[in-house]
Nanobody
Framework: QVQLVESGGGLVPAGGSLKISCKASGRTGYPYTMAWFRQAPGNEREFVAGIFRGNSNTAYSNSVKGRFTMSKDNAKSTVYLQMDSLNPEGTAVYYC???????????????????WGQGTQVTVSS
C-alpha cells in the first residue's frame, strides 16, 4: 500500500502562483500513476493533471492547461503541481491520487485510483 501526503496549500491572490507537493511512501518501488484532482464545495471531484506510469506522459484538464505544470521527482517519490495565473475558480481542496494498475484511458477518472491523500486547501482571493 502507498501513503500519499499533500502539502503547500494556502491563500493566494488572484493572478498569483502556488506550488503544492505530494509525497508517496510505503510500497513505492513499482511504476505508479499519479494525478491531482480538486473539489470545490458542492462540486464533484475533478481531474486537474496526471502523469501516467508507463510513459510519463502528462495530461491536463482544459481549464488549467497552460497555467498549471505537474512534475515529479522520482528520487524523492514526490510529485508537484505548479499553479500560475490562479483565479478564484481555483479555490478547492486539492487531492493527490495514485494507482499501480490504472490504464491510460482511465487517467481522468477519480474512481479508478486506489490511493488518496488527505487533501490540501487552496484558496484564491479575488
Amino acid at each position: 500500500q502507498v501513503q500519499l501526503v499533500e502539502s503547500g496549500g494556502g491563500l493566494v491572490p488572484a493572478g498569483g502562483s502556488l506550488k503544492i507537493s505530494c509525497k508517496a511512501s510505503g510500497r513505492t518501488g513499482y511504476p505508479y500513476t499519479m494525478a491531482w484532482f480538486r473539489q470545490a464545495p458542492g462540486n464533484e471531484r475533478e481531474f486537474v493533471a496526471g502523469i501516467f506510469r508507463g510513459n510519463s506522459n502528462t495530461a491536463y484538464s482544459n481549464s488549467v492547461k497552460g497555467r498549471f505544470t505537474m512534475s515529479k521527482d522520482n528520487a524523492k517519490s514526490t510529485v508537484y503541481l505548479q499553479m500560475d495565473s490562479l483565479n478564484p475558480e481555483g479555490t478547492a481542496v486539492y487531492y493527490c491520487a495514485g494507482d499501480r494498475r490504472l490504464i491510460m484511458s482511465s487517467l481522468r477518472h477519480p474512481d479508478q485510483y486506489a490511493d488518496w491523500g488527505q487533501g490540501t486547501q487552496v484558496t484564491v482571493s479575488s
